[in-house]
């Protein structure tokens, strides 16, 4: 069973520029989650996709943007970086949407983003 | 609104002592779930225990275990016999539609 994926595992970026970051769910999750960690911080949720369909957003601007494919593999895209994008960017999957039930999220080793 | 608070930023543990990380919680929600993961250095988080709001036996995961004590909204991560390797950031978090963190504790395992 191959765990989450994420890439690039770090990555330098100046303000103003656009950024790509890629994640690859566990074999037979069909959810992702982006969560971002600023230095010191809990994780802080993004959105989610379930299905390649966003299902929930959390309080970020819609300069975050994400995508899901046909393989449950997720994009997250942020434009106009700003210095305080810097941060920890988590992908995790789940199978299922979250809710009621019980899911448990599985958590890739995250990408650090630094804007200059 | 959900709300997870963890009111020690820092926690020293001597190796192969107990400790006690705690994590309140506030939601308006009937059925709930409460995790804690675990943050080492390299990023990833590790998920350690998860309690069911309605589940009556308190939770246990070898030498996890979670003191969940609803009246009070309290849901405190049990570490027994420390290890070097425990040490790490621990969150606090509540299932709802995504995951909802607390602010963390950084636990050092003094040998």
């Known amino acids: 069973e191959t765990g989450v994926t994420q890439s690039p595992t770090h990555l330098i970026k100046t303000r103003g520029q656009q950024v790509t970051l890629r994640c690859s769910s566990q074999s037979g999750h069909n959810t992702v989650s982006w969560y971002q960690q600023a230095l010191g911080q809990g994780p802080q949720f993004i959105f989610q996709?379930?299905?390649?369909?966003?299902?929930g957003r959390g309080n970020f601007p819609p300069r975050f943007s994400g995508l899901q494919f046909p393989n449950y593999s997720s994009e997250l895209n942020v434009n106009a970086l700003e210095l305080d994008d810097s941060a920890l960017y988590l992908c995790?999957?789940?199978?299922?949407?979250?809710?009621?039930?019980?899911?448990?999220?599985?958590f890739g080793p995250g990408t650090r983003l630094t804007v200059l | 609104a959900q709300k997870i608070t963890q009111t020690q930023p820092g926690m020293f543990v001597q190796e192969k002592e107990a400790v006690t990380l705690d994590c309140t919680y506030d939601?308006?929600?009937?059925?709930?779930?409460l995790f804690w993961y675990k943050q080492p250095s390299s990023g990833e988080m590790i998920f350690l225990i998860y309690?069911?709001?309605?589940?009556?036996q308190n939770a246990t995961e070898g030498r996890y275990s979670l003191n969940f004590q609803k009246a009070r909204k309290s849901a405190n991560l049990v570490i027994s016999a420390s290890q070097l390797g425990d040490s790490a950031m621990y969150f606090c978090?509540?299932?709802?539609?995504?995951?909802?963190f607390g602010t963390g504790t950084r636990l050092t395992v003094i040998p």
């Open positions: 978090a509540m299932r709802g539609p995504f995951l909802f």
């Open positions: 995790a999957s789940s199978l299922g949407r979250g809710g009621a039930s019980y899911n448990e999220q599985f």
């Open positions: 309690q069911g709001s309605y589940d009556e």
């Open positions: 939601t308006s929600d009937q059925s709930y779930g």
């Open positions: 996709y379930y299905r390649e369909e966003e299902n």
